[in-house]
């Protein structure tokens, strides 16, 4: 019962967090970024500055839909450091683990349409990349071990390569093959092309 309740929590903490990202974007588009107020993002989700502040660290952060971390994106991170797999295998599926749960692919217009209103806010979508990336850097050297900086970025910076590739195969090319066939087949290809210079030396 007790389980059900906390699952009970997450799922409406998720649909607020939704509703709120949802209003910033509408008024983003309706009156400009600078258009209207964190209270009145509040006052039309039904919700206290308090809960807002406790999901967003800003308003910008609500347009992207830039939260806190979520709990079970911390459990998909400690599984990674743990696992015994072959490093970039089990790196990958991490990733695709994250896209499922965040499912960025059907936010992704959204986005673009209120970044196409707010060029602007194209700067902070590149911040949190940025972000990310480093967060994924220090993830991998959880599992490695301090001295392997180099090695990590360069993963971390390849794979997310791929990643973009794919984004860009889906929402370009509209592709209708999944996205994590088109992640590994990318992977393969990466690999394939970077084994001869490997055995040349």
Avoid at 3 to 30: G, H, M, P, W, Y
Avoid at 90 to 116: G, H, K, M, Q
Avoid at 156 to 161: D, E, L, M, Q
């Amino acid at each position: 019962m007790e389980e059900n309740a906390v699952s009970l929590r997450d799922v409406r903490k998720r649909e607020t967090i939704r509703a709120l990202t949802d209003i910033a974007r509408r008024l983003t588009i309706e009156r400009g970024f600078s258009g209207f107020t964190v209270d009145e993002v509040c006052a039309e989700a039904g919700v206290s500055r308090r809960t807002f502040f406790n999901y967003f660290a800003s308003k910008e952060n609500a347009v992207y839909g830039f939260t806190e971390i979520d709990p079970r994106l911390v459990e998909l991170e400690d599984e990674f450091v743990d696992a015994s797999g072959e490093l970039i295998d089990d790196f990958v599926t991490v990733i695709l683990r994250r896209w499922d749960l965040l499912d960025p692919l059907s936010d992704a217009p959204a986005l673009f349409a209120v970044i196409e209103h707010e060029p602007r806010l194209l700067k902070g979508a590149f911040e949190r990349l940025a972000e990310n990336e480093r967060r994924d850097v220090a993830l991998i050297l959880r599992r490695e071990g301090d001295g392997a900086e180099a090695y990590a970025e360069v993963i971390v910076h390849t794979i997310g390569a791929l990643v973009r590739m794919s984004v860009d195969q889906i929402l370009q090319h509209h592709s209708t093959e999944p996205f994590d066939a088109l992640v590994r087949q990318r992977l393969a290809i990466a690999r394939a092309a970077f084994a001869p210079s490997q055995k040349a030396q």
